[in-house]
């Protein structure tokens, strides 16, 4: 990773909006350009993400997810901060809005069957390729204008070299099912391809 000094940094996020911080500090921030530099700390002292920053996790996993035919962001750059002991992705955001925000307008039952599908076929897509997304949930998912969908915030994925068998398909929806699992069709989710 290439580092980011200090001066350059706060060149870069001059004329900056924040979109997300935490107690920690600015976690996503959209540029002036509207680019989107996404920040990454390490939550404990020892841990994996010393060796393999979430920010190379971030961008490493939006090529595996783009080779598998998945809409991600687009990664430029991925960056360590020293002076804020942060690493950093830099990429331009998917167009669209995320599925969190859509479904708080209305929408016909039609729509929201299509979208509904759409979701679950996705979500089998990873599962058929070996891929777990752990932050699975309506707002990391992105409605584009022509109506496919893409994933946003996908640095904590694991993969299998094997399509993931029930068991495993059901653990990388748990969370979603009891919170939003009126967007899931679980025998689709649940189906491995043959």
């Known amino acids: 990773m290439d580092r980011l000094s200090a ?13 997300e911080a935490d107690g920690f500090g600015e976690k996503v ?3 002036a350009d509207g680019r989107i530099l996404k920040l990454f700390r390490r939550k404990r002292l020892l841990s994996s993400a010393l060796y393999y920053p979430y920010a190379r996790r971030f961008a490493d996993n939006a090529r595996k997810l783009a ?21 950093a992705v830099l990429y331009a955001p998917l167009p669209g809005i995320s599925l969190r925000k859509l479904q708080q307008e209305s929408l016909s039952a039609e729509r929201r069957q299509a979208l ?13 390729h070996g891929m ?3 932050s699975l949930h309506t707002g990391n998912v992105i409605v584009m204008p ?12 694991r993969f299998y070299p094997w399509s993931l ?30």
Request: charged share 25%; proline share 3%.
């Open 7 to 19: 001066v350059d940094y706060q060149a870069l996020r001059a004329g900056a909006v924040v979109l």
């Open 29 to 31: 921030l959209q540029l």
């Open 67 to 87: 080779a598998i035919g998945v809409p991600v962001p687009a990664v430029e750059q991925v960056w360590r901060i020293p002076s804020l002991a942060r690493d």
């Open 116 to 128: 509904r599908l759409a979701l679950s076929r996705l979500v089998a897509k990873l599962f058929d």
């Open 132 to 134: 777990i997304f752990r």
């Open 146 to 157: 022509d109506g496919e969908l893409g994933l946003i915030d996908f640095s904590d994925m």
């Open 165 to 194: 068998g029930r068991t495993l398909r059901q653990r990388g929806v748990r969370k979603m099912l009891a919170t939003e699992g009126e967007w899931l069709d679980t025998a689709i989710v649940f189906q491995r391809a043959h």
